[in-house]
């Protein structure tokens, strides 16, 4: 188990451009998190899957942001029309059923939105 | 919703020193406190946590104390070493299951 698993590094885009992150969970993790960190600032959530199901959204999350976990296992966050203000860096975390708090990290996908 | 403060912002100890990190939470009803420790260019890790039905927890050289009267809770680190430089968070549960609201990080630079 290689842990929380999250790609790209790093990305880099234009305003206005669409972009997709990727995370693959621990596996045997039903629950799946993503969090927005920005510099010197804490993480915030931004919306929590059990399995496939999408549990909880933040009102963070405009209706630029969609995430998906198709078959609960790996999961999409999507930003359209990206703005400056979306860059962050955009963690992903994972948790198993029998200790749902006890969350594990990815390292993250650094966004910069030039 | 949850409001998480954390105090101080940053903390610069010399190595074998202790080191204190507080946070306060404004919902009473936030039953799960962790403490998670971040460096450079990597994820939030945990490094300890707290439930409410328990006022102190220790683990080796760091400790956490929870006063639910007055809705805080403390990191302690005895025997600082220069490998505890980094940025540790305290969080919340919020009542509402499944998330984690984050205090806005601590800065720890031991020097040795």
Same mark, same amino acid.
């Given at each position: ?9 790093? =990305?880099?885009? =234009? ?41 909880? =959204? ?12 198709? =078959? ?16 962050? #860096? ?10 749902? #708090? ?13 | 919703?949850?409001? &998480? ?6 903390? /610069? ?12 939470? /404004? ?15 990597? !994820?939030?890790?945990?490094? +300890? ?14 400790? &956490? ?8 809770? /403390?990191?302690? +680190? ?6 505890? /430089? ?16 984050? !205090?806005?990080?601590?800065? &720890? &630079?031991?020097?040795?």
């Amino acid at each position: 188990d290689t842990g929380v698993s999250q790609d790209p590094r790093h =990305k880099i885009t =234009k305003r206005g451009q669409n972009v997709t992150f990727r995370c693959d969970p621990i596996s045997e993790h039903n629950r799946l998190y993503w969090y927005r960190q920005t510099l010197g600032q804490g993480p915030e959530f931004l919306t929590y899957f059990q399995n496939e199901a999408q549990l909880e =959204k933040s009102r963070l999350l405009s209706d630029r942001f969609s995430a998906e976990r198709p =078959k609960g296992s790996f999961s999409t966050l999507e930003i359209q029309r990206t703005e400056q203000g979306d860059s962050a #860096m955009y963690l992903c975390a994972s948790s198993p059923g029998d200790r749902p #708090m006890s969350y594990t990290f990815g390292s993250g996908t650094r966004l910069t939105v030039v | 919703g949850e409001n &998480v403060e954390q105090h101080p912002s940053t903390l /610069s100890v010399q190595e074998g020193d202790s080191a204190v990190i507080k946070c306060t939470y /404004s919902d009473s009803a936030s039953n799960y406190f962790p403490w998670y420790k971040q460096e450079l260019g990597k !994820g939030p890790q945990l490094i +300890i946590d707290i439930r409410s039905n328990v006022g102190e927890k220790k683990d080796q050289r760091i400790a &956490v104390t929870l006063n639910k009267t007055a809705k805080h809770f /403390s990191l302690h +680190i005895t025997e600082t070493q220069p490998e505890d /430089s980094a940025v540790y968070f305290c969080a919340a549960k919020t009542p509402s299951w499944g998330k984690l609201q984050f !205090g806005a990080g601590t800065q &720890v &630079v031991v020097t040795p």
